[in-house]
């Protein structure tokens, strides 16, 4: 008998895999012993894990999380400490049509994915994420979920208007792709931080301020290709250790402006636990119509 190896098993639901296209030319991607293939015969493996590396050419240095970085948020995460943004957001989705497909761009460990379909149980969702250590986690993050290796700012992976509501958090954003891979009924949900997110960390180690022109830039951002249905402030009260607290900076532009050695420091002199406030917008959009 002939042993045909198979390679690595692709871990997400078949309704996901079928609306993955290929970021070369933009065709349908389908399972075939090596992995992913489109029709231009275009291929890409599947990582040991489970998730597609559907990256193509090169990436910045330092682009996409560590997999220090990726341990660090994966325990802030874990901790709850972000939870009830994931319960926005699946509040938010509370009626998003019969089987939906959920994307996360720029969902790192795909934890917030994790929690939407957790309160919808008959949907099922990818993350993307430009860095392979997040992608590890998120292939596993739920079972009714997969994984792929993208980057934001390039074409989405994804055959266009198969998607049902397309997550934002915290993330890059890059609006004529989402309007192109949502169907006509599909919802944007898009979490930026208010001014007053983490202000008292932000305050205590000198860090930067959230641009009080965020809202504004969002709009500018968005408003060719969606129109907003609504927006609720989401805020909370955080006890954070001191290793949260340096997880929770460096998830933020903060940390690029300050050494570890001096935010270390920093850290080290606040109470521990700290107490923070998280304040953060969640808002809803809806795809215009395609221009003719």
Known sequence: MTNTHTGPRLRMPQRVAAALACPVCGLALARDANGLTCPARHGFNVAREGYAGLLTGATPPGTGDSKEMVTDRQRFQTAGHYDPIGRALAQALADPGADPLIVDVGGGTGHYLAQVLEALPTAVGLTTDVSKF????AAKAHPRAGA????????????????????????????A???????PSGTLLVVTP??????????????LDVDPRKEERLAQSLHTHFTPTQARPVRFEMDLPHPDALTVVGMG?????ITPEDLAERVAALPDPVRVTASVRLGAYRPLPQSA
């Open 134 to 137: 997040a992608a590890r986690k």
């Open 148 to 175: 792929v290796t993208a980057d934001s700012w390039r074409a989405l992976p994804l055959v266009p208007g198969t998607v049902d509501a397309v997550l934002n958090v915290f993330a890059p954003r890059n609006a």
């Open 177 to 183: 792709e989402f309007h192109r891979v949502l169907a």
């Open 194 to 207: 208010e001014p007053d997110h983490l202000a008292e960390l932000r305050t205590a180690l000198g860090l």
């Open 253 to 257: 532009p903060s940390a690029r402006h």
